[in-house]
């Protein structure tokens, strides 16, 4: 009886352990601590985007910083890295996408657009169509930019800290694409 009891013990706090090292989102695990270039970053949390009438689950975004934090403003103003992951749910074409950082940054930054606008047309040409399952990661390093890969190889680099605030305050920034993705993003609940 005893050793039923110790192992029932010990497989509640294994469970506990696992499920202390990945957070999920719409059936999809991400790591509470990743390294990017030797820097630890610290999952601040996880959003699902949704589209259309229909509700349909287009990707769920991951925030890792290296200082948490529910203050959008103070990680958008942040000097440190930080890494912004979309596994995508539902494929997108390469013309949706452009559309999407067009509009992002639109409304993230519309002061900045003309400032900005051939470092974006430098993002949408490294754009193709994404199947659900596939990742885009963006890491913003200081004094480096913001680098972006898909499905861990590096399709390049956009520099400045001015591209890099107005990137992250698609999701951060006062119009992101759902309310509900944002408040995930910053710690809040995953819906």
Not at 3 to 9: E, F, L, N, P, S
Not at 52 to 75: C, D, E, M, N
Not at 147 to 153: E, P, R
Request: net charge positive; hydrophobic share 45%.
């Amino acid at each position: 009886m005893r050793y039923r009891v110790w192992c029932a013990i010990a497989l509640l706090t294994l469970a506990g352990t696992a499920a202390a090292r990945a957070r999920e989102c719409a059936g999809v695990s991400f790591p509470d601590h990743i390294t990017v270039q030797g820097q630890r970053l610290t999952l601040n949390g996880l959003g699902l985007r949704k589209a259309t009438w229909f509700r349909i689950k287009v990707y769920v975004g991951a925030l890792y910083l290296q200082h948490p934090s529910r203050q959008a403003a103070a990680i958008l103003s942040a000097e440190e890295p930080s890494e912004i992951v979309l596994h995508f749910l539902w494929s997108v074409s390469a013309g949706e996408l452009r559309g999407a950082w067009r509009d992002g940054f639109a409304k993230s930054a519309p002061r900045l657009r003309a400032r900005l606008r051939g470092r974006i047309e430098q993002l949408n040409g490294w754009m193709k169509g994404v199947k659900s399952g596939q990742r885009m990661v963006f890491v913003r390093m200081p004094g480096q930019g913001i680098k972006y890969f898909l499905d861990g190889t590096l399709e390049g680099t956009i520099r400045g800290r001015d591209f890099a605030t107005a990137f992250l305050g698609i999701w951060l920034g006062p119009k992101p694409p759902g309310r509900q993705l944002k408040a995930g993003l910053l710690g809040g609940k995953c819906r």
